[in-house]
């Protein structure tokens, strides 16, 4: 397991005592030429932290000459507690809290002006609510597989209904399965969503495939998964054990609605955990009339989670806005192709959106190793070994 002391350690790592209460030691990291062209990076979540998981994406902006700063969210990793060691208490962790840290630390840097804002998921909508906050201080933004306001959740729950059940060939399948008591529908909304994001109807077929021949630990794994994300806490990388809340209060307003393959009812353990949701801040659509500045909206045709017809939505309610849609790619580019998300920032910085427009797939050609895009491939090769050694299995005579 990680140390804090070790990850205090990593370079550029900065803290600032937020009073309080509570007061508490708010961290961020920022690398790269004090004379580079400024990017703030918001990860998605809430729940992930920058300082450990990003360090790599920071090195590639840096050796691109930029100086580039991320934020170590209330809550979270190296901001999770007060300055007496306790976690942050649920009151003190809202998005506009999260809006005040993130001005506190560009004030700490002196950037009050020039700073390009890169935000992916709910990373984007700190983002938007940011450079509406301090619209002076921003020169461009992306927002990256985002929302603008919580009722664009009902377009995800639509589309994968949509898909697992009225999608020809593959929706036939499934519902054959659990008519055969093979998959339940809960199982089926757990795995089959991420499967088709990351990998197309192929690997969701072979899973499947596997699946109906008894052979579920690929199967399980997805699951898994998902369900770690959300319950379970690794230090410094992905802690959603306190921030659920900003989730559940403020960003999501969806509830289980009793209907079959719900993607929300995968999410009751938590809703019970955080209480109901109380309204949104803010509906940041009519306020995005006002950002002037260029702003790169960004989308992955396979996208369950922020699907394209929200993507479009947010460009259509920005003045300045170009769609950047990538046919091959699903949920934030910022993780699954960082090459293509730093072409994005030069083309922010360099005035060439309406370019980059016309070559998203040469973008994602030239962007093709992340995990997120290799787990898809080992994932397959593993169904595939499952398949074969069943078949061998078969052939083989039983010993008495």
Known sequence: MVSEARVLKFPGVHTIHRAGPPTFPLRYVVEGPEDGRRVLLIPGGPGLASVLPYRLLRKRFAKAGYQVAMVEH?????????????????????????????????????????????????????????????ADRISGLVLDSTFSSVDEHEVRRRLIRT????????????????DKGLLSERDAVRVLPPTLEFGGDELANKLLDALEK?????????????????????????????????????????????RPFDPVALF????????????????????????????????????????????????????NSTLLLFPDTAHSI?????????????????????????????????????????????????????LAFGAVRRRLPHRK
């Open 214 to 258: 008894g052979h579920k630990r690929a199967w399980n794994w997805v699951a898994n998964a998902g369900d770690n994300e959300l319950h379970t806490t690794t230090r410094y990388v992905m802690e959603f054990d306190l921030v659920g809340v900003i989730m559940h209060r403020e960003v999501d307003s969806t509830v289980p609605d009793g």
């Open 163 to 178: 898909i697992l059940t009225d999608r020809g060939p593959l929706s036939s399948r499934i519902i054959d399965l659990i």
């Open 268 to 319: 009751d353990r938590t809703i019970r955990k955080f209480g109901a949701y109380e309204g949104e801040p803010e509906n940041l659509r009519p306020a995005l009339a006002s950002v002037t500045c260029p702003v790169a909206v960004v989308c992955g045709a396979r996208d369950l989670r922020s699907p394209v017809e929200v993507a479009q939505r947010t460009a259509d309610a920005l003045p």
């Open 74 to 134: 209330r809550g979270v990793g190296l901001s999770r507690c007060a300055a007496d060691g306790t976690d942050l208490p649920l009151d003190v962790l809202t998005v506009d809290a999260v809006v005040g840290d993130t001005i506190t630390v560009l004030d700490d840097l002196g950037w009050d002006t020039g700073v390009t804002v890169y935000g992916t998921s709910y990373g984007g909508w700190v983002a938007q609510k940011l450079v509406i906050a301090a």
């Open 334 to 386: 910022l993780d699954t192709r960082p090459a293509a998300a730093l072409e994005i920032v030069n083309g922010v910085v360099n005035a060439r959106l309406h370019e980059l427009a016309d070559q998203t797939a040469e973008l994602e050609r030239r962007s093709k190793w992340a995990l997120r895009t290799f787990v898809p491939r080992v994932l397959s090769a593993w169904v595939s070994a499952e």
